[in-house]
């Protein structure tokens, strides 16, 4: 019976990308509140399984209301995930089951852990990064489907109904209607673009930067229509 160590495992670690909803309360909060019961009506599904950071940067801490904003939003079913843009220390606060910080979120892909003499060789240039073929789903995707490709773009063959979701690590392309949700560009990608050839998503984003239903030109609701950046701003243009 041999006494030699057995060799150690390799450790593996992959990144993953997610795209966080920032929510940006302003006072009064009363009202803001009824606004954003407006919108889970129009959606009902638009803020379920979906991580939120708070940014409470344009309240102050003596907002009336604040004390109870957040049990608010937990009853709405709002998943907050982190809280920025105040001072736990603000009494209206104190309450409050303050969410471990989250730092940064733009990661996706593979990540290898760098072999020992690999991390001492000098000037060793990296590995480009690998580009992945586009994902093409053939038919349909239904409300409560998710699809996922993080390392390129993904074709519908078809479309995207409500409550739905795509997310892509590059563009998407929906030849349908797009009613559910659209997620471009995860891993950095500011040029990804979405593209229907029926606009009536609920939820547009890339990179990031995102736009909701309300925020599309009524003029191009149920048009042929494209969405990009510009000026870390999202657009929505016609397609013809």
């Known amino acids: 019976m041999s006494d030699a160590p057995r060799p150690l495992p390799r450790i593996r670690a992959r990144g993953r990308s997610f795209l966080a909803l920032v929510l940006s309360p302003e006072a009064e909060l009363d009202d803001w509140l009824r606004g954003l019961d407006a919108q889970i009506a129009r959606s009902p599904s638009f803020f379920v399984g979906k991580p939120v950071i708070l940014d409470l940067g344009l309240l102050s801490g003596d907002a009336e209301g604040l004390a109870s904003f957040y049990p608010a939003l937990l009853e709405r079913g709002v998943r907050v995930i982190g809280i920025e843009g105040a001072d736990p220390a603000w009494p209206a606060l104190a ?82 209607t797009l009613r559910g949700r659209a997620i471009a560009g995860m891993g950095g990608q500011t040029g990804a673009r979405i593209f229907a050839a029926v606009m009536k998503a609920e939820l547009l984003a890339i990179d990031g930067y995102y736009m909701i239903a309300e925020e599309i030109a009524p003029a191009l609701h149920g048009r042929p229509a494209q969405a990009m950046l510009e000026d870390d701003t999202m657009v929505v243009r016609s397609l013809n």
């Open 95 to 176: 309450e409050w089951d303050w969410p471990i910080a989250f730092e940064g979120g733009r990661a996706a892909g593979t990540v290898e852990l760098p072999d020992e003499d690999a991390a001492e060789a000098p000037g060793a240039a990296p590995a480009p990064p690998m580009s992945a073929p586009a994902l093409i789903v053939e038919g349909p995707i239904r409300s409560g489907q998710s699809v996922l490709h993080p390392e390129g773009d993904v074709v519908v063959v078809g479309s995207v109904a409500s409550g739905a979701e795509i997310s892509a690590g590059g563009s998407v392309h929906v030849y349908g």
